[in-house]
């Protein structure tokens, strides 16, 4: 092999490791055994488990919220209530990374779990499963639904059934209000 084709070859190996790499979340610590996040949270814990600081803003509402971006490329968002008490929790991974983000509330990894998957593991729950608008971010893709507890669980997948974004509210939140 002549030497410029082996360090082009190198080049496109450490590359590709970085582009595709897997990371996990380390959210252990906020999971309980059933990989399921634990809710009430606080900025401050939360922050801390992450190693990353929050970001705090008001949309035009002055509702208060917050968001973490983690080094694994994972990015958390929350809306925070009184006494800084946080009792929903979304997680995805920005556009402008393409990464396998592992460690999610029930063993979920974005870029990774399919729309198949989830449907026969949270079956249990009774997950439905509805087609998203052009519209919406992931045009032609799906959205699965389940509750489980107190909280509801919205799954969004693209139009390849891969899992994009993941959140946990107290309510369903209604397509119009976005």
């Not at 939360?46 to 970001?55: D, E, G, P």
């Not at 799906?142 to 507890?149: E, N, R, V």
């Amino acid at each position: 092999m002549k030497p410029l084709t082996l360090i082009v070859a190198l080049i496109f190996q450490l590359i590709s490791l970085n582009v595709f790499s897997q990371k996990h979340s380390h959210l252990n610590s906020l999971l309980n055994k059933n990989s399921e996040f634990i809710f009430p949270q606080t900025p401050d814990k939360i922050s801390k488990v992450l190693r990353a600081k929050a970001v705090f803003y008001e949309d035009a509402n002055d509702e208060k919220y917050a968001k973490w971006l983690t080094k694994s490329g994972l990015e958390l968002y929350c809306s925070i209530g009184k006494n800084n008490v946080i009792s929903e929790m979304f997680f995805d991974i920005p556009d402008d990374k393409f990464v396998i983000a592992e460690g999610l509330p029930f063993g979920l990894a974005i870029n990774k779990t399919t729309l198949q998957e989830s449907k026969v593991k949270f079956s249990k729950y009774g997950a439905k499963v509805e087609k998203l608008n052009d519209d919406s971010m992931y045009s032609g893709g799906s959205k699965l639904i389940f509750k489980k507890g107190e909280h509801y669980s919205t799954l969004l997948f693209d139009n390849k059934n891969i899992l994009k974004s993941l959140g946990i509210t107290k309510e369903l939140i209604d397509p119009a209000a976005n």
